[in-house]
C-alpha cells in the first residue's frame, strides 16, 4: 500500500501575501533576473523538447544548426539555466512592456499547461521550501521586493491568494490545494497537507 507524501506549510505566512503575477515591467524589480533557478534532470529533458516553440518567442535560443546549450551542471547534479548580459534568464522576452517566459508562452501556444513546461520552481515562486532538516512551503524572504507580491493588511485574513492555491494545485494536486484552503479558513499557523502527481 502507498503511502500519502505529506509536506508542512506555513499557511499563516502564505495567506499575509497578495500575490498575481501580470509580467514584470521592464523597469522593475524581476524574479526572472533575481534568482538562480536549477532544474533536474527531468526538467531539462523537458525543457530541451520545447527549444524549437520557446525560440519562437525568444530568439536568441537559436545558433547555428540548433539551439544554444542553455544548461550548467552544478555540484549537486542539478542544472542552472543560463542568463543573458543582463541577468535574465534566456528564457525570459519583452512583450507589451513586461518579461514574459518563453515557455510558458510555448506551452500556452501548444495547448498545455504551463507548469508542464516550466521548471517547478518558478511556478512556485514567491513560494518555496525552506532548507532541511525542517522543510516547508513558505514564502520566499525577499518576496515583498517585487510589485506582484502585496501584505493584504488589517486582521489576519484566512484565505490565500487564488495565484498561490492554483500554484499549488498545479505542482501537488487537487487535495493539496483543498487542505490549504481549509487550514486558512480554519486559521492555523501551520498545517502538514497530502500531496499527489508531484512533479
Given amino acids: 500500500m502507498s503511502r500519502t507524501k505529506i509536506i508542512p506549510v506555513d499557511v499563516a505566512v502564505l495567506a499575509a501575501v497578495r500575490h498575481a503575477c501580470a509580467g514584470c515591467g521592464t523597469k522593475q524589480a524581476c524574479c526572472c533576473a533575481s534568482f538562480d533557478v536549477c532544474v533536474t534532470r527531468r526538467e531539462m529533458r523537458i525543457i530541451t523538447g520545447a527549444m524549437q516553440v520557446a525560440a519562437a518567442f525568444q530568439p536568441a535560443l537559436k545558433i547555428r544548426g540548433g539551439f544554444q546549450n542553455v544548461f550548467d551542471e552544478t555540484d549537486d547534479g542539478l542544472f542552472a539555466l543560463d542568463t543573458d548580459a543582463n541577468g535574465l534568464c534566456v528564457f525570459a522576452y519583452a512583450s507589451g512592456g513586461g518579461i514574459r517566459c518563453a515557455l510558458h508562452s510555448a506551452a500556452l501556444l501548444l495547448g498545455v499547461s504551463?507548469?508542464?513546461?516550466?521548471?517547478?520552481?518558478?511556478?512556485?515562486?514567491?513560494?518555496?521550501?525552506?532548507?532541511?532538516?525542517?522543510?516547508?512551503?513558505?514564502?520566499?524572504?525577499?518576496?515583498?521586493?517585487?510589485?506582484?507580491?502585496?501584505?493584504?493588511?488589517?486582521?489576519?485574513?484566512?484565505?490565500?491568494?487564488?495565484?498561490?492555491?492554483?500554484?499549488?494545485?498545479?505542482?501537488?494536486?487537487?487535495?493539496?490545494?483543498?487542505?490549504?484552503?481549509?487550514?486558512a479558513k480554519n486559521g492555523l499557523r501551520r498545517a502538514r497537507i497530502p500531496v499527489g502527481g508531484v512533479r
Fill in 114 to 183: 504551463p507548469v508542464s513546461l516550466k521548471p517547478a520552481v518558478c511556478v512556485l515562486w514567491p513560494m518555496t521550501f525552506t532548507d532541511m532538516p525542517d522543510s516547508r512551503l513558505t514564502i520566499s524572504e525577499n518576496a515583498f521586493d517585487f510589485d506582484c507580491c502585496r501584505k493584504p493588511g488589517g486582521k489576519k485574513r484566512r484565505t490565500i491568494a487564488p495565484a498561490l492555491l492554483e500554484s499549488v494545485a498545479d505542482l501537488f494536486g487537487e487535495g493539496a490545494k483543498k487542505a490549504l484552503v481549509a487550514a
